[in-house]
């Protein structure tokens, strides 16, 4: 699978954006996706992951009720919705995808994509 995000830019405190992360290579709807991000000197931090059916797992507590994902298996797209940007939200956003949920709950996820860069401006 391989997987290309796009969406990311330059926004200020309180805006929103839209990543979209597209796959190609194999059957998208039967892929656990999600998004992960990464800033300078830290590790990169699961944000949520969303299965075939549509059911959403978040792994990071800052999102909630800001980020959301969604998936549009006739496009073999997955989209990351972000509303209420903060500074701390600057970060490169990265596309994952994995055949297993155990994948994105203990690591080893098998597909990535290149990053987005989000800068979010006080």
């Known amino acids: 699978v391989q997987l290309v995000e796009s969406g990311g830019g330059s926004v200020q405190t309180g805006d929103s954006l839209r990543l979209s992360c597209t796959a190609s290579?194999?059957?998208?709807?039967?892929?656990?996706m999600g998004w992960f991000r990464e800033t300078p000197g830290k590790e990169r931090t699961k944000l949520l992951s969303?299965?075939?059916?549509?059911?959403?797992?978040y792994y990071t507590d800052s999102v909630k009720g800001r980020f959301t994902i969604s998936r549009d298996n006739a496009k073999d797209t997955v989209y990351l919705e972000m509303n209420s940007l903060k500074p701390e939200d600057t970060a490169v956003y990265y596309c994952?995808?994995?055949?297993?949920?155990?994948?994105?709950?203990?690591?080893?996820?098998?597909?990535w994509g290149l990053g987005t860069q989000v800068t979010v401006s006080s």
């Open positions: 994952a995808a994995d055949h297993s949920a155990a994948a994105f709950m203990y690591g080893g996820i098998e597909y």
């Open positions: 969303i299965d075939w059916n549509g059911e959403i797992t």
């Open positions: 290579g194999r059957t998208f709807s039967r892929y656990f």
